[in-house]
């Protein structure tokens, strides 16, 4: 059986250049799409982050404003930014990025971003819309893996997909967004009993556990698909997923390598959703 290396970044790229000729038909109809981007602090991998996301609409064609604050911002003056980023017509998506300084309630953030701009996904009322199956933003990461397996030509519908992690980030929007591609869904964490029992049963197995390697190849049942979540340096400097990637990859039918595979869908989907929101308007 030949493994087949799921390439996050090829597919991420495709995605870009679809999104390019979106927006060069958006600004014939001078509406060109805005994304505000918020880093409150001095997080060194949110800086990364944040620049990734800039490179991504520079390429894209989509306008980043980008709003650099200091570690000692308050609630209130983030607050006072929200509304104003909400108020302002030309701003099609707003990202503030986590986590946020001690003594800032992100919750109270999320739910101060106008939904109709909610490009990451998290406020109560885009994932209520999930829930419910009503038009809304999903988060960036789980809407990157269905356009993975999507485009991988992998079929969801009728398999066993177990996902691992019940975050609100990862884990939950997984499991719903699998449920409504006609995937039968199980979802385990930390207090799942028998859990290599649970896993070796899944068609499609997602890892967004948080804990470098943990999936081996005796958690996988033969001809798996497994999608990878996690992101971790390891003590040699270099990057490792929540799966032990050689130990699993010759009895596995596909896999997301660490870089290279969910990371980059992640950024492409928040163009998309951004993209997305200004042709709302168009």
Same mark, same amino acid.
């Given at each position: 059986?030949? %493994?087949?290396?799921?390439?996050?970044?090829?597919?991420?790229?495709?995605?870009?250049?679809?999104?390019k000729?979106?927006?060069?038909?958006?600004k014939?109809?001078n509406?060109?799409?805005?994304?505000?981007?918020?880093?409150?602090?001095?997080? &060194?991998?949110?800086?990364?982050?944040?620049?990734?996301?800039?490179?991504?609409c520079?390429?894209i /064609?989509?306008?980043s404003?980008s709003?650099?604050?200091?570690?000692? %911002?308050?609630?209130?003056?983030?607050?006072?930014l929200?509304?104003?980023? !909400? &108020?302002?017509e030309d701003v099609h998506?707003?990202?503030?990025?986590? *986590? =946020? *300084?001690? /003594?800032?309630?992100?919750?109270?953030?999320?739910?101060?971003?106008?939904?109709?701009?909610?490009?990451?996904?998290?406020?109560?009322?885009? $994932?209520?819309? @999930?829930?419910?199956?009503?038009?809304?933003?999903?988060?960036?990461?789980?809407?990157?893996?269905?356009?993975?397996?999507?485009?991988?030509?992998?079929?969801?519908?009728?398999?066993?997909?177990v996902?691992?992690?019940?975050? !609100?980030?990862v884990g939950?929007?997984m499991?719903?967004?699998? =449920?409504?591609e006609?995937?039968?869904?199980? +979802?385990?964490?930390?207090? %799942?009993?028998? =859990?290599k029992?649970?896993?070796?049963?899944?068609?499609?197995? +997602?890892?967004?556990? /948080?804990?470098?390697?943990?999936?081996?190849k005796?958690?996988?049942?033969? #001809?798996?698909?497994i999608i990878? $979540?996690?992101?971790?340096?390891?003590?040699?400097?270099? @990057?490792?997923?929540?799966v032990?990637f050689?130990?699993?990859?010759?009895? $596995?039918?596909g896999?997301t *390598?660490?870089p /290279?595979?969910v #990371? *980059?869908?992640?950024?492409?989907?928040?163009?998309?959703?951004c993209?997305?929101s200004?042709?709302?308007?168009?």
């Open positions: 059986m030949e %493994t087949k290396i799921i390439d996050g970044k090829k597919i991420a790229n495709e995605i870009k250049k679809e999104l000729e979106k927006v060069i038909k958006l014939e109809k509406i060109i799409p805005t994304l505000a981007v918020v880093l409150v602090g001095k997080d &060194e991998a949110s800086k990364v982050y944040v620049s990734n996301k800039k490179k991504a520079d390429y /064609g989509i306008r404003l709003y650099e604050l200091p570690e000692d %911002t308050t609630e209130e003056q983030l607050l006072d929200m509304n104003e980023l !909400n &108020e302002r998506g707003i990202l503030v990025q986590l *986590p =946020l *300084p001690n /003594g800032i309630n992100e919750e109270k953030v999320i739910q101060a971003i106008d939904p109709k701009k909610d490009v990451d996904g998290f406020h109560p009322q885009s $994932v209520g819309a @999930l829930s419910i199956g009503h038009k809304g933003f999903v988060s960036c990461t789980p809407s990157g893996i269905i356009e993975l397996l999507k485009r991988s030509n992998i079929t969801i519908e009728g398999k066993e997909c996902v691992v992690g019940r975050s !609100n980030i939950k929007p499991a719903l967004l699998l =449920l409504r006609n995937g039968t869904i199980t +979802v385990c964490h930390s207090r %799942t009993k028998d =859990l029992e649970v896993t070796k049963r899944a068609d499609i197995l +997602v890892a967004a556990i /948080g804990k470098p390697k943990f999936i081996t005796e958690y996988i049942k033969e #001809g798996a698909v990878d $979540v996690g992101i971790h340096r390891q003590e040699n400097k270099k @990057l490792c997923g929540d032990d050689d130990d699993c990859i010759d009895k $596995v039918s896999i *390598p660490v /290279g595979g #990371g *980059p869908m992640t950024i492409a989907m928040l163009m998309n959703n993209v997305e200004a042709e709302s308007l168009a």
